[in-house]
Each structure stands twice: as structure tokens, then as C-alpha cells.
């Protein structure tokens, strides 16, 4: 009898079924960046080939000022959807499933547009980030939706939030490098309400819940 007796069954998500509970994890290639839509989605067909149930991508910025370096791969922008659309496309015509992972950089990015809940530098990034106040805090919630609602526009079959290892939502986590003057926190009160309204903004575009 296997360890393992579910892993090979499927997984029915509500709006997906999942083929079996094997997940690629989201890991960034390069090749989101050069523009080269053709190659990205046959390095993604090849894996939903292989037989795994689920794709993540790597990580796609919400925002300009998101973006884990300015040029990176991002979703802010209605144009992008075509390109992504030949990826999903591709990995669905190899019978996979995939899913864009949304990824704000916050304080981590490598780029002077960077916003975090505080002015507070990342030890492994070149700039200090611009502290948001509580109508930017707003808006970086509504270009997570935003972008959740031009990733389904693009086919992909979910969205994962990368909400931990440090990158902006994680930044409003109790505990983390904020201060006690963090003009963001008067808009959401606690990071849990943040980092909960970005995921709920997410469903409702996807229109897995209601208004």
C-alpha cells in the first residue's frame, strides 16, 4: 500500500479540478522577461506533460512598483494579457493546469519605485522604500484584484498570493521591520486586514465570492 494513497487522485478546487495533488512550485526563470512567450509557455508545457497536476509561475508583480526590479515581469497592464494567453493556452492543450502567482516586492525590490508600510531598507536591497499612507495602501490592494481579474481574462485556472518570505504583504506582519508611525497601518488597522482584504479583492474579480 502506498504512503501516499491520495496523491495520485483528484482534487476538485470548486472551480478546477486538479488531475492529481502533484504541484510544480512557483520559481522564477528569466524567460518571463525577454518577452519570448513562445519559449516561456514550452517550458511550461513540458512539465503539465510530465503529468503534474498544477503550475505555479513565478512570480508576477501586481504593479510597477511591485516589480522585484524595474523591468520585471508584471500584470498591471491589459496589454500583457495576450502574451500570458499563449502560455495558459499551451499548457492546457498538454492537458496541465497553471496558475499565476502574484508577487509584490514591497521593501525587497531592487528598483526606486519601492513602497513598503514603512521607510525602512531591506538589508538585501539597494534602495529605501517610500512609506505608503493609507490611500496607497488602498490601491495596492485593488491592483492585486486587478491583476487576479487580467490573470483569469488570460486563462490561467487560479492565482496564488505570495504572501510570506518577506515580500510586501509579510512586511505588515506583526513582528516585522515596521514602526510605530507606519502611515499604512491607520488605513488597515492590522496587516492581517491587509493582507486578508488583498486575498478576498483577488476572489471577488475572480467571481468566486460576492460583493
Not at 520559481?27 to 503539465?48: F, P, Q, S, V
Not at 483569469?152 to 509579510?170: P, T
Not at 497601518?185 to 468566486?208: D, F, I, L, P, Y
Amino acid at each position: 500500500m502506498s504512503a501516499y494513497p491520495h496523491l495520485f487522485l483528484p482534487l476538485d478546487l470548486g472551480h478546477v479540478i486538479l488531475p492529481n495533488r502533484v504541484i510544480m512550485g512557483s520559481m522564477h526563470t528569466g524567460l518571463e522577461e525577454t518577452g519570448d512567450w513562445e519559449r516561456l509557455a514550452e517550458y511550461y508545457a513540458e512539465r503539465a506533460l510530465g503529468g503534474v497536476g498544477l503550475i505555479v509561475t513565478g512570480g508576477v508583480a501586481p504593479n510597477p512598483e511591485g516589480a522585484v526590479y524595474e523591468g520585471a515581469s508584471g500584470l498591471w497592464d491589459d496589454g500583457e494579457v495576450a502574451g500570458h494567453r499563449v502560455v495558459t493556452n499551451r499548457v492546457h492543450a498538454a492537458g496541465g493546469k497553471i496558475a499565476l502567482q502574484l508577487l509584490h516586492a514591497g521593501r525587497y525590490a531592487y528598483s526606486k519605485l519601492a513602497v513598503a508600510p514603512s521607510a525602512i531598507k531591506a538589508p538585501i536591497a539597494p534602495y529605501t522604500p517610500r512609506a505608503l499612507d493609507g490611500a496607497e495602501v488602498e490601491q495596492q490592494i485593488e491592483d492585486f484584484a486587478q491583476a487576479a481579474r487580467r490573470a483569469q481574462a488570460a486563462g490561467y485556472d487560479g492565482v496564488e498570493i505570495m504572501g510570506s518570505e518577506g515580500y510586501l504583504l509579510n512586511q505588515f506582519s506583526p513582528g516585522t521591520r515596521t514602526t510605530g508611525t507606519t502611515r499604512g497601518e491607520g488605513a488597515t488597522r492590522t496587516g492581517c486586514a491587509c493582507r486578508w482584504r488583498s486575498c478576498v479583492g483577488c476572489a471577488r474579480s475572480w467571481g468566486r465570492i460576492s460583493s
